[in-house]
């Protein structure tokens, strides 16, 4: 099994994008398009429960950071 760290290509393509880690949510999912265009990009946040099915196509994207300070109103 590989880590989060790692690059992992197989014979459908790159199954991993590590270089994404740190950019925002609308710049990830544009580097993760170029690379698999057929991509569905799922954007949870990290602790969320998933189903274990696998689908070739289907790329989660687990984000935790607080962009803006909440306030009332």
Request: glycine letters at 6%; proline letters at 8%.
């Amino acid at each position: 099994m590989s880590s989060s760290t790692e690059q992992v290509e197989c014979a459908g393509g790159k199954t991993s994008w590590p270089e994404v880690v740190g950019l925002s949510v609308e710049e990830a999912k544009k580097v993760i398009l170029k690379d698999k265009p057929d991509a569905d990009i799922v954007v949870l946040p990290v602790g969320t429960p998933v189903t274990r099915d696998f689908r070739p196509n289907r790329v989660r994207v687990f984000v935790d950071t607080v962009a803006d300070a909440p306030h009332v109103g």
